[in-house]
């Protein structure tokens, strides 16, 4: 094993995706390392499927997001869907130590949750947060006393938060990708943005 206090401390290199009106805010567990970015936004890696999804889902084509020409997605257009739709963007880890030098949430240790209530005090109209994947409802089921919902369900803080666990975008989570982008939109519809 080795020893965690020579590893290196990564903060979040994104800042709150948080655009006026949000009405959910999608939160991640930490971005990939920087050598799996195809852009300086959330969700960079090109082979997770949520700019996928979300291209499924408001633009009716899962490749709408991605410039398959440069094997990356384009940032300024994911950017401004986001803000269209109202969507908030975080990650539930603030600073973390990647154990096993991987993208794998299993070996991310997370050392500083982010500060969930002052962040939501910034987007007013937002009483919904989706996680995408088990890591990151564990966090935010920590920081907001609930129980972890079961995937694709919704549970509520008692300050009448809802809380929705997410199927995981990554390739590894083994579901198709149209079986997720029905589980999103069932949460995009909940807030009535899809």
Request: glycine share 6%; charged share 25%.
């Given at each position: 094993m080795e020893n965690n206090e020579n590893m290196i401390i990564e903060t979040h290199p994104f800042p709150?995706?948080?655009p006026e009106g949000a009405r959910?805010?999608?939160?991640?567990?930490?971005?990939?390392?920087e050598?799996?970015?195809?852009?300086?936004?959330?969700?960079?890696?090109?082979?997770?499927?949520?700019?996928?999804?979300?291209?499924m889902l408001f633009l009716g084509d899962k490749n709408a997001?991605?410039?398959?020409?440069?094997?990356?997605?384009?940032?300024d257009e994911c950017r401004k869907l986001m803000a269209e739709h109202h969507i908030a963007m975080h990650d539930t880890a603030r600073e973390v130590r990647r154990l096993k030098g991987n993208a794998s949430d299993k070996f991310l240790e997370i050392l500083k949750p982010v500060?969930?209530?002052?962040?939501?005090?910034?987007?007013?109209?937002?009483?919904?947060?989706?996680?995408?994947?088990?890591?990151a409802a564990d966090v935010i089921?920590?920081?907001?006393?609930?129980?972890?919902?079961?995937?694709?369900?919704?549970?509520?803080?008692?300050?009448g938060l809802r809380i929705w666990r997410m199927p995981?975008?990554?390739?590894a989570y083994p579901m198709k990708i149209e079986k997720k982008?029905?589980?999103y939109a069932e949460l995009f519809r909940s807030v009535g943005i899809l």
């Open positions: 709150p995706f948080l959910v805010l999608m939160m991640g567990t930490f971005p990939p390392g050598h799996r970015w195809s852009m300086n936004f959330y969700y960079p890696n090109p082979i997770n499927d949520y700019w996928r999804i979300c291209g997001l991605y410039d398959a020409a440069t094997k990356s997605f384009r940032e500060p969930l209530y002052e962040l939501l005090k910034e987007i007013p109209e937002c009483h919904t947060i989706a996680t995408t994947g088990e890591k089921a920590e920081l907001t006393g609930t129980q972890r919902p079961k995937m694709g369900e919704m549970t509520e803080s008692s300050d995981s975008t990554s390739r982008a029905e589980y």
